[in-house]
């Protein structure tokens, strides 16, 4: 879902836009089920972990609407670990534009484009997010994409990334 030629209405709704009132449908139903069946990836929790104890300060930058990933993040018990959750809604410009770095940034404390600033995502607009705003991007493959190019480094498993982090 998070390819940009994909259009999602026509996927989901087979109309080539959205109706007007779609979106409060869907936040109206998608709030009522975002916890079904949610889980986390095995390894990411200790992970996560691992770099919180090692004082990483972490945030979430979504394209998903920030009141479903705080939801999402506090019901898999992840939120403590962010300084920051921020969704799509607090922006202007979603990703691929890097805006929603910048704000995490701030809210982190921090500017953009700092030595150790790195984006991590399983998705193009994630990398291109990274290069647009000048910092390191990872791409996972444990999530919906599967990437060969546009990206900094890779990893395939939540050890490799917490390895890679502490060496970068």
Not at 131 to 152: A, C, M, P, Q, R
Request: charged residues 20%; glycine residues 6%.
């Amino acid at each position: 879902i998070n390819e940009p030629h994909l259009n999602l209405a026509q996927i989901f709704y087979e109309t080539a836009t959205f109706e007007k009132g779609d979106t409060k449908l869907f936040e109206e139903i998608y709030w009522e089920q975002c916890l079904e069946r949610m889980a986390v990836y095995e390894g990411v929790y200790e992970a996560i972990e691992a770099l919180y104890a090692q004082r990483w300060v972490m945030s979430v930058a979504t394209n998903a609407s920030t009141k479903f990933a705080q939801k999402i993040l506090e019901h898999v018990k992840l939120a403590p670990f962010f300084k920051a959750i921020v969704g799509a809604d607090k922006v202007s410009h979603p990703k691929p534009s890097e805006e929603i770095l910048h704000h995490v940034a701030q809210m982190s404390g921090t500017l953009l484009g700092a030595q150790y600033d790195v984006m991590i995502g399983d998705g193009i607009k994630d990398m291109v997010s990274a290069k647009n705003g000048g910092v390191t991007s990872i791409h996972v493959t444990w999530g919906y994409s599967s990437l060969k190019e546009g990206f900094d480094y890779q990893c395939s498993s939540p050890k490799m990334l917490k390895e890679l982090l502490n060496t970068i």
